[in-house]
């Protein structure tokens, strides 16, 4: 029996990792949210709480505002304080398809309560994007419905082309566009002044998590929800060239006010994809975001809180993120992180332009992006890493000709906290050299399997699979030599994470031949395979064992009675020296000795009674 070790890690529940190196405040919000926990007798007080200073801004963008006429949008009629609620949205949607013979405006699915989703799709002609043969951008839209800068600068962006904006014509002439205005459309219902801590508007932010408490953001991989699920059919009908996941950041605070980001090319599943992005994409994106008076940077997130020096990470996403996902099947996604210090005004106005970008980088360079689609879809490499791990030498170049544009800070020792707290200053200040750590070394790679078996019984999760869209068919031959993979070492969480009790083992392996009638066939050889392999082997992080969905794999359902069990002990006793001698040994060890249960178990463990599929991983691997 070959033995395979795995190391019993996660990936932690935010878009950066690792969380202990990059994230020591943790433990202190932990703790101050247990004693607001237990201090439910002391009301609530309703404070705003103070921001950072900003640094002034004005820019191109700004002439984009509509400030009167029929058309301004609720957000600009608003001057940017509010956004336009769940049925609001609705109809000014429904207006703009009436407005425009080339909008239209169907729903894709239901939140858990009932609430519709919308797209938006606007073609040339009024034509179907999924047959016109012209590239596709989805824009999705508060997917954390507190971050809906998305939604309102598609309205605008909408509202121009309807009233004839000349080069938006010109775009959609080559381009097909669909937009989801919100996609948690039950957490966008949750909104108040309450909402969002450290970000500047709207005054009516919308709830981060959906009508069951789950993180959209963290399901990409399991569609646990109705929403997400929509995602998927949505992705999988209209085939977009390019997907835009809108949201707002937090964290440090910095010069940017729109930074996005992809899975680079050092540790990308769809590497052509990644070198498309990064040689047409971003040098559109950032122009335009530069002419228009705004500053694009880079997805980052800060290795140390409470000392921004010390250096950013350059994080990898793993699949249960948009842009993980997005990297295994081959679908180009940019996750797009608007600068939450940055107020709504500038951040809607940053996000229409950003869009308006992605369309004339489609219109110029799509079929570059096709090819490079085409290519990394037919890729069938025989090792896949399914999880990364920061590099432990930081990369000092990336910033050492064009610094880092920062934000100034002191420290100072804070009563409330009893320690060093960090006060952004509001003065920009750029660090040149500034330590760049990557998500480029390789945590856990395994063989890419030709085929997985998975029991036909298992139909929740031939279900997702299907919903992701990977090809599951019948399989050609009804017995085979597979290999077995059996949790030795198995810990379960001590807390749930989006709805599961999540799970990681050690797992030895062994090949059997094993009838597969009762089993159905997803072969890697497909384009989603790479997908497959990330959900199906179960060493990866985002795998479903990981997620819990075979965790009756670690239970026993028949047991043994002393008054049969012991007269076969003394049986298997006489006609096996062996394992007598094996007994014995065991007898030496106090505890076990000791112990009634575990000596009747050793027996139990050894007849053939015991339980055979007992931590066997349902689903078969063929090499």
Known sequence: METTSMALTQIPDINRTPLTRRHPWLGVFSAL?????????????ELSAPLPKLLPWHGASEKLIQKSGDWVTPAESSDFKTTPDYENTRAFASRLAEASANIQVEDIGSATSGRKIQLITVSDGGSDPRTNDKPTLLVQAGIHSGEIDGKDASFMLLRDYIRGDEKLDALVHQVNLLVIPILNVDGHERSGPYNRMNQRGPENAGWRTNGNNLNL?????KLDTPELRAVMDVINDYQPALYLDVHVTDGEDYQYDITYGYNGAFASDSPAVAQWLETHFQGDVDSALSEAGHIPGPLIFGVNSSEFSDGISHWTASPRFSNGLGDLRHTPTVLVENHSLKPYRQRVLGTYVLIEAALESLAEHGSALKSAIDSDQKRRPQTQVLAWRANEKPDLTVYADKPFKGIAYRKSQNPIS?????VWLGKAKDYVGLPV???EVKAVEVPVPDTFYIPRHEQLVISRLKAHGIEVSEPEQKSG???????????????????????????????????????????????????ATALLDPRGPDSLFQWGFFNQMFQRTEYAEPYALIPLAEKMLAQDPKLKKEFEQKLKDKAFEENPSARLAFFYQRSSYYDQEYLKYPVLLQY
């Open 481 to 531: 030599t597979v290999t077995e993979f059996t949790a030795e070492a198995h810990e379960f969480a001590n807390a749930p994470f989006e709805g599961h009790f999540r799970v990681q083992a050690e797992f030895s392996q062994q090949q059997i031949d094993k009838p597969l009638g009762n089993y159905v066939k997803v072969s890697t050889d497909q384009p989603l395979g790479k997908l």
């Open 418 to 422: 009893g320690q060093e707290q960090v």
């Open 33 to 45: 949210l247990l004693a607001a926990a237990t201090t439910s007798t002391m009301a609530a007080t």
């Open 217 to 221: 953001n963290r399901d990409y991989t």
């Open 437 to 439: 750590f990557r998500d």
